[in-house]
T-cell receptor
């Protein structure tokens, strides 16, 4: 059974640019949640997708958007990047919306 | 919204000793409390969890206790080993549509000294 995978591993972008991060959920899981983890902090919830629909959103501006595909993989898009967007972006998948969440290794985004 | 506080922020123990990390939560509707271990450069790994209808759960050297009345829960690691060194996060989750996100504490850096 394949775990949660994320790509790319690392990414460097310039302020104002746009970025797309990708996540493949664990086999059989239909729910994906995205979190942002700043250095030295706990992960903060961005949003959750359940069966291709957004199923809850944290306190992040609209320039953070996402998609979930029919195979339940997911994308996180961030527009108009700011320096404070530099963080580890984590994807977690779960069997369904109310089950245990299993995290991928994350994508380290640096905005310069 | 939910607020989770975690203490201590750093913890050093001798190999073989026990380690205890404590968390409090604010939302009495929260009903699921997982603990994650995060090693350097990796994503958080679920190590144990507890639901609000249970007071204690144990898995080998790791145990979690929950006090719903006081709204706090704790992670206990016995017979610590150097490979237990990592950052540990507690989290809380509610139930119902739109409430499935995990709210995390700020983490505890555990160092096990050989």
């Amino acid at each position: 059974e394949t775990g949660v995978t994320q790509s790319p591993t690392h990414l460097i972008k310039t302020r104002g640019q746009q970025v797309t991060l990708r996540c493949s959920s664990q086999s059989g899981h239909n729910t994906v949640s995205w979190y942002q983890q700043a250095l030295g902090q706990g992960p903060q919830f961005i949003f959750q997708y359940y069966r291709e629909e957004e199923n809850g959103r944290g306190n992040f501006p609209p320039r953070f958007s996402g998609l979930q595909f029919p195979n339940y993989s997911s994308e996180l898009n961030v527009n108009a990047l700011e320096l404070d967007d530099s963080a580890l972006y984590l994807c977690a998948s779960s069997l369904t919306e109310d089950y245990e969440q299993y995290f991928g290794p994350g994508t380290r985004l640096t905005v310069t | 919204g939910e607020n989770v506080e975690q203490h201590p922020s750093t913890l050093s123990v001798q190999e073989g000793d026990s380690a205890v990390i404590k968390c409090t939560y604010s939302d009495s509707a929260s009903n699921y409390f997982p603990w994650y271990k995060q090693e350097l450069g990796k994503g958080p790994q679920l190590i144990i969890d507890i639901r609000s209808n249970v007071g204690e759960k144990k898995d080998q050297r790791i145990a979690v206790t929950l006090n719903k009345t006081a709204k706090h829960f704790s992670l206990h690691i016995t017979e610590t080993q150097p490979e237990d060194s990592a950052v540990y996060f507690c989290a809380a989750k509610g139930s119902g549509a739109g409430s499935y996100q995990l709210t995390f504490g700020k983490g505890t850096k555990l160092s096990v000294i050989p």
